[in-house]
């Protein structure tokens, strides 16, 4: 690492910290689907420096780890999959919201107050650079659902749940020396993994969806 | 890794984790699915007498794994009721392949992604550190996830699509609150796996931040509390049941909701055990009577069969989530036996109801008529089990309710009145139910039916056994594990 003052360190994870919280909010306004998976990979490098600036500072190497899977799945495999995906079943389209974007973004805003509210309280005891962790990490958690909670889509959707988990990852990168970060952050990106693997391959099987109604007529059984 | 390094040497535990994960990988390399699903049933049932080892020899706790009274009876039960689905569903998995509903590829897939379900319950069970039940309990709906969108209809991906959502976001929410416990804890206990390790959060719960362990607790119960099926986050739960594979419902009902409501239990032996936090108590009695009654209203002019007893299966989880919110020896026993008792009667009937569904080709109930007439043997056992079920006597349902409703008389009796009311709601809704499913003019196929009886024959009988004698050491067990719940 080039910055020695360790001051600096703990101001440039605040910040980057501060910034995840902001795309999240960014996350919540795209109305248009590749913008989206672009501004999350954006999400996801950011995370991925927090956490290896949390490592450096802790002096704890796993979190290096953690830090390699964010930006290698989250911030470019995962994004170019789901590229792949919406060029292949051409899905630019728009994005349908259930509320206005405006409405989404006051709603961001209020959920912002009740993380400060239900945070600051129980971390008076630490020192800032955890509390402003978990505030954020909070912060982030909570616009991830909020963003699940306002979009159809199933591809938004599951941006969303990627920036919740994001958020997850910044709290458990925060507290010193939580064991099995590494095992957890890779169960999360399985877990994606999976769905995004799950969702090219149905919306393959619907595609040629014709040849499976044969498959099943064929047998003499009706389909459900 | 240190995880590795820190298991130490191999051990009956050990096995309860290996022996599915050898099984699931010699089942995806297997293509005939008749010797797959034998495969199935030899693991499960090794799996099963490995937990009848670790039933007499305790292995020393350490920081990952261990054992104690109150989850070796949990993990004996999950693999038994595995044991016997994995022999149901061979059978079922014979008739889907007869009439083409899955493919010899998905069968399987299926059987691998059985021993799977079977290793990350086991785990979620024996594992000591919060953070790797959490890992065990994403795996276990992860793999619930893949069986249950598995017939990859319109309605099955839809309905496992649901079910990822919200319960992955549910469980996502419990990682937060395991992060707050770790976050107070690395503080007083210090950093490492011992601040994770939940035999050292118990004991030292008195030095945790109550502030910080009220918001987590939040957290854990509306994450966990998904997982269980409560209300109002139940939504998942009919959907799942209705449209996977039936022997997956059976175990979704029996054994998965069980593993949420340890995870709750556990998290709040922490909170108790601190003094100072919030009471749990309260929380967990109103949002069982939710459950409760909303199951039970629910299953009135339900068509769908699986569905049907998908809420009965809200309103027993809501029972017991009661009852452990009562707290106090007897509430807390009462709440184990219906755990139990709950368990292996609703994977009964799920049994039946595949069997049923398969035979007359559809789920709904308007046109299923005279089981007893056209299939007796099943009929007659689904009677038996929609009996256990409402709770009537002589089924091992009756003592625990009974039990539960004399403590609560005793102690809260409008409680007890709402309690009551629940029951009568969903007697009185499946009762004319079971008639019409049961008896009158057969209708539909009714040819005879081949399949593996055996299974349903052990579940009910032991709950009737358990209804009529309860042997003394097996009682006192109980007892002292609902002691231990606090």
Not at chain 1, 75 to 93: N, V
Not at chain 2, 149 to 171: H, P
Not at chain 2, 292 to 297: A, D, E, P, Q
Not at chain 2, 450 to 477: C, D, N, R, S
């Amino acid at each position: 690492m080039l910055m020695t003052d360790p001051k600096l360190k703990l101001e440039i994870c605040y910040l980057l910290s501060g910034s995840m919280a902001i795309v999240s909010f960014a996350l919540l306004y795209q109305s248009r689907m590749a913008a989206t998976i672009n501004t999350f990979a954006v999400h996801a490098l950011l995370l991925g420096l927090v956490v290896a600036l949390q490592a450096d500072i802790q002096a704890e190497h796993n979190l290096y780890l953690t830090a390699a899977i964010a930006v290698l799945f989250k911030a470019i495999a995962i994004p170019l999959a789901l590229h792949f995906i919406i060029r292949k079943f051409d899905l630019h389209r728009t994005i349908e919201m259930v509320v206005s974007p405006g409405l989404t973004m006051t709603a961001g805003l209020g959920l912002v107050v009740v993380a400060v509210m239900v945070m600051r309280p129980v971390t008076v005891h630490s020192d800032a650079l955890v509390t402003a962790d978990l505030i954020f990490a909070m912060v982030v958690l909570l616009l991830g659902i909020l963003m699940m909670i306002t979009r159809r889509n199933a591809i938004t959707q599951v941006v969303g749940f990627m920036s919740l988990e994001n958020g997850l990852i910044l709290a458990m990168a925060g507290v010193h020396g939580m064991p099995l970060v590494v095992e957890i952050s890779v169960a999360l990106t399985v877990l994606v993994a999976c769905i995004v693997f799950g969702m090219f391959f149905f919306r393959i099987r619907e595609r040629f969806s014709s040849l499976d109604i044969r498959h099943l007529e064929s047998d003499g059984r009706v389909s459900q | 890794m240190s995880l590795l390094a820190d298991l130490g040497a191999i051990q009956p535990i050990h096995f309860a984790l290996i022996i599915p994960a050898v099984a699931a990988g010699i089942l995806v390399l297997i293509p005939g699915y008749r010797l797959g699903s034998q495969i199935n049933i030899v693991s499960s049932f090794l799996t099963l007498l490995n937990a009848l080892a670790i039933f007499h020899t305790r292995p020393e706790p350490n920081y990952y794994l261990f054992v104690d009274d109150f989850n070796i009876y949990l993990v004996v039960l999950t693999d038994f009721i595995s044991f016997t689905t994995s022999a149901f569903s061979a059978s079922y998995l014979a008739h889907e392949k007869e009439t083409g509903r899955l493919t010899r590829g998905y069968a399987r897939f299926y059987h691998a992604m059985f021993q799977c379900m079977i290793l990350s319950m086991n785990l979620a069970l024996l594992s000591n550190s919060l953070g790797l039940m959490w890992v065990a309990v994403e795996a276990a709906t992860m793999t619930t996830v893949i069986m249950v969108g598995i017939y990859r209809t319109e309605a099955a991906i839809r309905a496992s699509w649901k079910y990822f959502m919200l319960t992955s976001l549910a469980i996502s929410l419990a990682l937060f609150g395991i992060t707050l416990i770790y976050f107070t804890a690395s503080v007083t206990i210090g950093s490492g796996p011992a601040a994770l390790a939940w035999t050292v959060l118990r004991d030292n719960a008195n030095l945790l931040d109550p502030a910080v362990l009220n918001v987590a607790f939040v957290f854990a119960f509306v994450g966990f509390g998904t997982k269980v099926g409560l209300v109002p986050c139940h939504a998942w739960l009919p959907d799942a049941h209705s449209e996977g594979p039936t022997p997956i419902s059976a175990v979704l009902s029996g054994l998965l909701l069980n593993v949420g409501l340890y995870a709750l239990l556990r998290f709040k032996m922490i909170i108790v055990g601190n003094g100072l936090a919030l009471e749990p108590g309260p929380l967990m009695v109103g949002v069982g009577l939710v459950s409760l009654l909303f199951g039970s209203l629910m299953l009135y002019r339900r068509w769908d069969i699986k569905r049907l007893f998908s809420y009965s299966s809200i309103e027993h989880m809501g029972l017991i989530t009661f009852a452990f919110g009562m707290g106090g020896p007897l509430a807390n026993l009462a709440g184990l036996l219906h755990m139990v008792m709950h368990s292996l009667t609703k994977s009964a009937i799920f049994f039946v109801v595949g069997h049923v569904a398969q035979v007359k080709g559809t789920q709904d109930m308007a046109k299923i008529r005279g089981l007893t007439t056209s299939h007796p043997v099943i009929g007659w056992l689904l009677v038996v089990g929609v009996i256990s079920i409402c709770g009537l006597p002589p089924s091992g349902l009756f003592m625990s309710e009974f039990l539960l409703i004399t403590t609560t008389f005793s102690r809260e009796p409008i409680l007890a009145v709402i309690l009551v009311l629940g029951l009568l709601i969903a007697l009185g809704n499946l009762i004319p139910r079971l008639h019409a499913l049961a008896f009158g003019v057969p209708e539909g196929n009714l040819e005879p039916l081949k399949t593996a009886i055996w299974p349903l024959v052990l579940h009910l009988g032991l709950v009737l056994g358990a209804g009529l004698y309860l042997p003394e050491p097996l009682f006192a067990w109980f007892q002292h594990v609902a002691a231990m719940l606090g």
